[in-house]
């Protein structure tokens, strides 16, 4: 935002001197203030994004390391960049969102995922997960159909709206979702094998995604569990594996 209005500021002042200091066209002077506008909100833009971007880069590597709560005071500290540029804001709650989500700190996740971006459907399908377990099905159906309509090519999202769809009673809604989903995605064998379990009167397969799936905390903890410790079994065979 401010660096719009700084922008726009630098190329009102160079019109207003090209207008009544040189007695420049009128044509000239707007082209030329277009151009400061553009050069100075590009300048401004690149700063603060490359602040940004290092503090999120940091944040990265702490997340990679478990320093969880290290990585959200990084992220937290150029929140105040949301003023400065479109959208800086909305991203920056997403990432903070997320972390205190897959920590399963949802009363603190909430408020930021309800600020989060748009085009992130994890944190999108994050917060609308939050509005379903508050009982709001209402917000839970808005917030996923904002997701897919900018995201529409996420196989997983498709299935995780169904999925909270039948966990709502809403079965035959989730049906449609997926076949919403199968002409958006083309024809993900997830999508395929969901609707027709739901056809059969069959519970929804989610596992075979993965992390990308149990970082929802839509399964129970024990199966978080067990799928985390078979994860840790997979790489440490993997390493004697390597080592021999």
């Known amino acids: 935002m401010y660096n719009i209005l700084t922008a726009a500021g630098a190329a009102l002042a160079v019109l207003l001197i090209l207008l009544f200091g040189f007695k420049l066209a009128w044509w000239g002077s707007i082209l030329i203030s277009l151009g400061v506008f553009a050069a100075v909100f590009v300048l401004f833009s690149r700063i603060t994004m490359?602040?940004?971007?290092?503090a999120?880069?940091?944040?990265g590597k702490d997340l990679q390391a478990?320093?969880?709560?290290?990585?959200?005071?990084?992220?937290?500290?150029?929140?105040h960049y949301g003023k400065w540029q479109v959208y800086v804001g909305p991203q920056i709650n997403s990432q903070i969102g997320m972390i205190y989500y897959m920590k399963r700190d949802?009363?603190?996740?909430?408020?930021?995922?309800?600020?989060?971006?748009?085009?992130?459907?994890?944190?999108?399908?994050m917060l609308a997960i939050c509005y379903m377990k508050r009982q709001k099905k209402d917000k839970m159906i808005d917030t996923f159909d904002k997701a897919v309509q900018w995201n529409s090519k996420e196989p997983l999202l498709w299935n995780i709206y169904a999925y909270c769809l039948v966990e709502t009673g809403e079965p035959t809604k989730a049906?449609?979702?997926?076949?919403?989903?199968?002409?958006?995605?083309?024809d993900n064998a997830s999508?395929?094998?969901?609707?027709?379990?739901?056809k059969q009167g069959k519970k929804m397969k989610m596992r075979s995604f993965g992390d990308m799936w149990f970082q929802f905390h839509l399964e129970s903890i024990s199966a978080i569990q067990k799928h985390q410790m078979a994860s840790m079994g997979g790489r440490m065979q993997h390493r004697r594996t390597v080592r021999k």
């Not at 999120?56 to 944040?59: F, H, K, R, V």
Request: aromatic residues 10%; without cysteine; hydrophobic residues 50%.
């Open 50 to 54: 490359k602040k940004v971007m290092a």
């Open 56 to 59: 999120i880069e940091t944040a």
């Open 66 to 79: 478990q320093r969880f709560e290290k990585a959200i005071r990084e992220l937290k500290e150029v929140l």
């Open 106 to 125: 949802f009363s603190n996740a909430f408020p930021h995922l309800e600020k989060s971006f748009f085009k992130n459907w994890v944190a999108m399908a």
């Open 175 to 186: 049906r449609e979702i997926l076949e919403k989903g199968l002409k958006k995605a083309s």
């Open 191 to 198: 999508l395929l094998e969901n609707l027709e379990n739901l």
